[in-house]
């Protein structure tokens, strides 16, 4: 028990954490409506050593107005490998699920998602990182509320989820 104890305090001692996250704002006019479209991913990770980290992101959403505004809520847990180490760039992949929910009105889709998203990191220094997630590689379902049957897709495309962030290390 004690050597268990001794090897979880050494790993932690060693470990390095980092916050950040990416927010998300626009606004849409098409014929003189106009829309806002918000979002907020706060995201935390903790280093286990230079290769491997553990994290996850939590966000919310909306977009519409009135009866028509659309609500999403998202939880990411994921492991980071991180293969490449350049100067002051990092490139690796998060590998992991997440839950989504798309709420409009009384209608309700749930998204469980399982797969790989590769990423690059830019180091401006020490403690601030430039960070990008680009594409996905996975197993989707989608599940409309009242539905008999959900939509299974796997497939691979870096052009999807795209999304920049910055990150405090700590």
Known sequence: MMTL???????????Q?????????????????????????????????????????VGYGESGKGDDKIKTFKVSPYVRFTPVKLDKVNIFIDGGFGYTNVKQGDASVNQWQFGLKPGVAINLNDKLSFVSHFGFLGYEYDKAKGADKGVNTFGFNLGSEVSFGMYYNF
Request: hydrophobic share 45%; charged share 10%; no cysteine.
């Open 5 to 15: 104890a001794a090897i979880a305090v050494a790993a932690t001692m060693n470990a």
């Open 17 to 57: 954490g980092y916050i950040g996250g990416s927010l998300g704002f626009a606004s849409q006019s098409y014929d003189g409506n106009s829309t806002t479209v918000w979002s907020i991913m706060p995201e935390v990770g903790y280093n286990l050593n230079e290769d491997w980290a553990l994290g996850v992101a």
